[in-house]
């Protein structure tokens, strides 16, 4: 068990009720520094209120970029990364759900490498230094508060592309499910479908190891069993706390083991079709899932006992239940998304690998015209 082990992840968690409201370290990162958020949810959740009245007490100057759009562009984050560059920032805080938190990754490298080509960011930032960053998540989803993974749309590409680097690991995240009171059914639903996601790809990828599958199995009870109290209607406390707890488990997991072929496809209907990324995620679940018992019966038997479920179709239903997965699209469109996706590192990073008749048989079998 414990001779496979192998886990580092350097975030500092503070998590319940007021932990970002009490913080008072804030003069151990500097003296200025920028705060990027999208255009209302770090208002509306009440995590910008709360972070500004730390910073005025501790005497933080600051200015904020409140630009930053869902899927955030590559040219965003380059503009944030030069303003905070311009205003002199010593550290970032991003606040949001997993885009304006990917997107202060971003803007962390580009401050301190203004002349960066923007472009270049993906090639070169295992080598380029950083801003210190501090996340607060406003949804309980991507797990980017623990994950050193900023994922940014190019559409030069016509998709999404990743960076990742030491440095990029947030240094702290602030943990307080209250942020995720304002969340709209169907983005709660959405996030709620990727941090499962994250738990079940990470269990059947090659790095996983005896801590990511104990990471997994607890997130996975959480996540799914947070998919049945969205169909009941639950918005309790005790269901938000819950599902923020799941999607950082969940977030721990990939940060060691990365995604898999889900994930690859899903991007595809999220750039071409301006599905949510986790929604995009639950119409490819169960497939993976399906696909990879082949390989590893017992770990798709344990995972699915996680799910509650006793096939991936009942994975599936259990996902419909709470986002409708009746997009479709014809075979020439699917043909080409399947090529892109199985063109991507996801497919090789697991159990069992696809090909790009499989995922096309995925994609068909899913959203094909019917
Ligand atoms: P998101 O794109 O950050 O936000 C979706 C929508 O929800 C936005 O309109 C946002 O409003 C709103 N929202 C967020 N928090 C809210 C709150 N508390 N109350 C009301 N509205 C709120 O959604 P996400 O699913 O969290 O993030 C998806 C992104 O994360 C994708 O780009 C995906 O590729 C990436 N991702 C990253 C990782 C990683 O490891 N780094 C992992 C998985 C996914 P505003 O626009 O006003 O903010
Ligand atoms: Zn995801």
């Not at 705060?35 to 009245?53: F, H, N, P, T, V």
């Not at 996801?346 to 019917?370: F, I, P, Q």
Request: with cysteine; hydrophobic share 40%; glycine share 10%.
């Amino acid at each position: 068990m414990i001779s496979n082990l192998d886990f580092y992840n350097p975030v500092r968690l503070v998590g319940g009720p007021g932990c970002l409201k009490n913080y008072t370290g804030w003069r151990n990162f500097g003296r200025r520094c920028i705060i990027i958020c999208g255009k209302r949810s770090a208002r509306a959740s009440g995590a910008l209120a709360d972070c500004e009245q730390g910073l005025k007490s501790a005497g933080v100057d600051y200015i904020i970029f409140d630009r930053i759009e869902p899927n955030p562009l590559l040219s965003t984050c380059f503009e944030s990364g030069k303003k905070a560059s311009i205003f002199g920032a010593e550290f970032v805080i991003g606040i949001g759900g997993g885009s304006p938190l990917d997107a202060a990754k971003a803007c962390a490298m580009f401050a301190l490498n203004p002349d960066l080509a923007p472009i270049d960011i993906f090639a070169k930032s295992a080598e380029l230094s950083a801003l210190p960053i501090i996340a607060v998540p406003t949804t309980a989803g991507t797990g980017s508060e623990v994950t050193p993974y900023s994922i940014l749309t190019v559409p030069e590409i016509e998709n999404k592309r990743s960076f990742s680097s030491e440095k990029t690991y947030p240094k702290v995240a602030f943990l307080d499910p209250a942020y995720t009171y304002s969340l709209p059914d169907a983005v709660t639903a959405s996030c709620t479908a990727d941090a499962l996601s994250h738990a079940v790809e990470g269990y059947f990828s090659l790095k996983a190891n005896t801590l990511t599958d104990a990471l997994a199995e607890k997130a996975t009870v959480l996540l799914s069993g947070g998919l049945r109290r969205i169909a009941a209607g639950d918005k309790t406390p005790g269901f938000r706390a819950d599902m923020l707890y799941g999607s950082t488990l969940s977030g721990m997991v990939i940060s060691r083991t990365g995604t898999g072929f889900v994930h690859a496809c899903g991007y595809m209907l999220t750039y071409h079709q301006g599905i949510p990324h986790g929604h995009a995620n639950a119409y490819f679940l169960a497939d993976f899932v399906g696909l990879m018992a082949e390989k590893s019966p017992e770990r798709a038997k344990n995972i699915l006992s996680a799910c509650g479920v006793d096939a991936p179709q009942g994975l599936h239903e259990l996902l419909a239940q709470v986002l409708p997965l009746d997009f479709q699209a014809d075979a020439g469109t699917l043909k080409k998304y399947a090529a892109v996706a199985a063109a991507s590192k996801n497919c090789k990073n697991t159990l069992r690998t696809v090909d790009e008749a499989e995922l096309l048989s995925v994609y068909t079998k899913n959203c094909g015209v019917r």
